[in-house]
């Protein structure tokens, strides 16, 4: 995840960094990795997991994080991007041993993951990739901007603009076609 | 002027809805607040650059350390290797003291008629090692000729000489002079190279075989043929190399006479298959030893002169042997090239792996992004 951020220069000298208290950022950027995860899994449950795990990690990151090569809300969407990946590759190991991957959609299916969203909008979220879900969530829910989201993403600005502009053609689609059955 | 970030507005039903989205229940805030309580206070201090900096001092350090290291071996070996007593001692005492180095008090050497054969079992151990150099000095400008010091072990025998003639006429007499000179002791020219003179100036090199037996005459007749400028003699001793030659070939007919008395016996076909192996290999390995004796023992038997002549005035002035400090000097310099060589090598050896191994760590990051992907578009 560091990678990510860049390395730190060996050349330039840091000066020693302020870092703010981990409880002050962990409450003011919840809701933030909460939706984001929200968003890329649509499942309450599991978002309300894996966003505790990112805060576990988060802690024990914590001595590594520098606040002039991040925000600390990119910095925790980082980390929870990783620990999804992480459980989408478990769950992808496990859909293959055990074959049981049509039960599994279908419960996501029968639960709304986000309240206070109209049903054809719900249904038009679940009928999206997580890929597309996810550069929703950051840069429409989470309000980033194309660079941070595209950093999060490990992409370029234009793709992440070209994904964003498809995904939004896509979920209005799905929007319209809900709203009309 | 719209920023490149914002949405088309044609989406701003759906963006207002999305921005409703409930953020996280009370429980989960309630579990990370608890968990951010257990957070130990920490200094303020510069993220990551403890890594930084144990990584630059590391690599400083092993740099530093390991260019130490080859310097200080190469200096050490210069030391040990000026001082030794070689013949390069000898060369130094000798020259300058503008000595010749006639060993009356040696017994000349033995010709070759009362000598046995030294392809047999001269089991005199001398001190000297199986390749003990023993350069018996340089000669300064118009000095005598330098003397042989007697062998009684089978030795190959080097020199070098270096004359001085007063025109060309002469290098072109001195040239023929010296062939026949070669021819006359029972040996024969190697070789020649005569330089078309150039006005006054001219060079002749020569490469004679004479007969061992019959090298200090060689010398003393090539001698006459002009004023020495330099002379070096170098006598390489072979005998114990010849001994342990022997000695194989020995054990060998040993064995491929027992192994010869084997096969006559009963034997299983396994057994037989075995042993006959065995003996082609030990007879090839007969053979090949057989001829590296022989050929060592030709060597030996005629002794190298390389001559070269000259009309050239500035060779005069011979050089003054290096001191122990310049010797040191130049065999540490000569250490640390072959250490920078060995480096190079190993760099140059390591580099496609390294390159590999690159290609692949980009390669791997490369599937794992993709499979990432992969894995969203089908969450």
């Not at chain 1, 969530?137 to 992440?160: K, P, W, Y």
């Not at chain 2, 229940?25 to 608890?34: A, F, G, T």
């Not at chain 2, 001082?83 to 003291?97: E, V």
């Amino acid at each position: 995840m560091n990678a990510a951020l860049g390395s730190v220069s060996t050349h330039a000298k840091p000066a020693t960094v302020e870092r703010p208290a981990f409880a002050a950022v962990a409450e003011r950027h919840l809701d933030t990795v909460y939706r984001y995860l929200l968003m890329l899994t649509k499942d309450r449950q599991l978002a309300d997991d894996l966003a505790s795990e990112t805060f576990v990690k988060a802690l024990r990151l914590w001595h590594r994080f520098d606040p002039r090569r991040a925000s600390a809300s990119t910095w925790l969407c980082q980390i929870a991007r990783t620990i999804a990946l992480d459980h989408f590759r478990a769950e992808d190991r496990r859909r293959r041993r055990e074959d049981r991957y049509a039960r599994r959609e279908s419960a996501w299916d029968d639960q709304p993951f986000a309240e206070g969203l109209s049903p054809s909008l719900e249904a038009g979220l679940r009928e999206l990739s997580a890929a597309e879900r996810e550069v929703i969530a950051l840069r429409i829910v989470l309000e980033l901007d194309g660079d941070t989201a595209a950093r999060i993403l490990g992409i370029s600005r234009t793709a992440c603009s070209t994904r964003l502009s498809r995904a939004l053609h896509k979920l209005e689609e799905k929007v319209r076609s809900h709203a009309v059955a | 002027m719209p920023s490149r970030d914002a949405i088309d507005e044609r989406f701003d039903e759906i963006v207002r809805e999305l921005r409703t989205l409930p953020g996280a229940p009370d429980s989960l805030r309630e579990r990370v607040r608890e968990l951010a309580a257990q957070e130990p206070p920490v200094a303020a201090r510069e993220p990551g650059r403890w890594r930084a900096w144990l990584t630059f001092r590391s690599v400083a350090w092993t740099l530093g350390s390991a260019a130490t290291g080859f310097v200080a071996i190469a200096l050490a070996y210069g030391v040990v290797t000026s001082g030794g007593g070689g013949g390069d001692d000898d060369d130094s005492g000798m020259a300058a003291a503008g000595q010749t180095t006639t060993m009356a008090q040696l017994s000349p050497m033995a010709p070759p008629a009362a000598r046995p054969p030294a392809t047999t079992f001269d089991t005199e151990q001398a001190a000297a090692e199986d390749r003990a150099r023993v350069a018996v000095g340089s000669a300064t400008a118009g000095r005598e000729a330098v003397t042989l010091p007697p062998g009684q072990r089978l030795a190959h025998h080097t020199a070098t000489m270096r004359l001085r003639v007063s025109d060309v006429d002469e290098l072109s007499r001195a040239t023929r002079e010296a062939m026949r000179v070669a021819r006359r002791l029972g040996g024969f020219v190697a070789s020649v190279n005569y330089a078309k003179p150039k006005g006054d100036e001219g060079d002749a090199s020569l490469t004679l075989r004479v007969p061992t037996a019959k090298i200090q005459q060689a010398i003393a007749q090539l001698s006459d043929l002009g004023v020495i400028v330099s002379q070096r003699i170098e006598i390489t001793d072979v005998q114990n190399r010849v001994n342990d030659t022997s000695d194989r070939i020995l054990r060998l007919r040993r064995t491929i006479r027992r192994i010869e008395l084997r096969l006559r016996q009963d034997v299983s076909e396994d057994e037989r298959f075995r042993l006959q192996l065995q003996l082609e290999q030990a007879r090839a390995n007969l053979r090949r030893l057989t001829e590296q004796r022989a050929s060592t023992v030709r060597r030996a038997r005629l002794a190298t002169i390389a001559l070269a002549l000259t009309t050239r005035e500035d060779e005069e002035k011979v050089a003054p042997p290096p001191g122990r400090v310049e010797r040191a000097a130049r065999n540490a310099a000569t250490v640390l090239a072959k250490e920078l060589a060995a480096i190079v090598w190993v760099l140059i050896v390591l580099s496609p792996f390294l390159l590999l191994a690159a290609a692949a760590a980009v390669a791997g990051r490369a599937r794992r992004r993709r499979v990432d992907e992969r894995l969203l578009e089908q969450a």
